[in-house]
């Protein structure tokens, strides 16, 4: 079956500093890859996606590349900010008439002043 | 209201109560899931509905029962739930196309907190 790792958090950042989320996947097929954010008492919202290989998904800042050759979908930030701070949860989805998504665990980001 | 608004926002019940939990989503989409989110697991996608009909039931216990009304509405009933039934509930809802691969958009959750 699908599946998704993700590096466990938390992490902690100074702001301004660079941020690095590592993402991987397992799939039978050719998913679509997301990171969805979730803020604190919130439900999740879709950051970026990615549809097919070599794709690159950006969105605020953030951005990540959908890598076949090495099933990864690593998120990247140059300079975060404190109101980065939130959980990120690396996903792939396929359609099977309707979205059958599988997420990762979940990091959880603080950004310090 | 826009996107998808989930009532309540946080609940306490106790093993023997029965309660609902609703959804409701103002995006025309086609499709509505429930997820359960758990400290440290990955979220549960538990039920989908596609055109009002269930597609998906992910081995969940019957304690845990969905109705889909019609396309904007989704409810989770609940009854004798057990304290590991503990958890923020999602509800999220996608316009689903053949072949077509979309968002999901979330509402902000009902905690649940079983006694």
């Known amino acids: 079956g699908n599946s998704v790792t993700q590096m466990e958090g938390p992490v902690t950042l100074s702001e301004e500093a660079f941020l690095t989320i590592n993402c991987t996947y397992t799939a039978t097929g050719y998913p679509s890859l997301f990171w969805y954010v979730q803020y604190p008492g919130e439900g999740l919202q879709l950051l970026l996606k990615a549809t097919k290989a070599d794709d690159k998904g950006s969105n605020k800042g953030f951005e990540a590349t959908y890598r076949k050759e090495t099933t990864s979908f690593h998120l990247e930030k140059g300079s975060v900010q404190v109101s980065d701070s939130a959980v990120y949860f690396c996903?792939?989805?396929?359609?099977?008439?309707?979205?059958?998504?599988?997420f990762g665990t979940g990091t959880k980001l603080q950004v310090i002043p | 209201e826009t996107g998808v608004t989930q009532t309540p926002r946080h609940l306490v019940m106790g093993m023997t109560n029965k309660k609902s939990l609703k959804c409701e989503q103002h995006l025309g989409h086609n499709a509505m899931y429930w997820y359960k989110q758990s400290a440290k697991k990955p979220l549960e996608l538990m039920f989908v509905y596609s055109l009002e009909e269930r597609v998906e039931n992910n081995s969940v216990p019957s304690r845990f029962s969905p109705e889909c009304p019609n396309s904007s509405h989704l409810f989770l009933h609940l009854h004798t739930l057990q304290p590991e039934d503990s958890a923020l509930y999602l509800c999220?809802?996608?316009?689903?196309?053949?072949?077509?691969?979309?968002?999901?958009?979330f509402g902000p959750g009902t905690r649940l907190t079983v006694l």
């Open positions: 999220a809802s996608s316009q689903e196309a053949s072949g077509k691969v979309d968002t999901q958009y």
């Open positions: 996903a792939l989805s396929e359609s099977w008439g309707y979205q059958k998504v599988t």
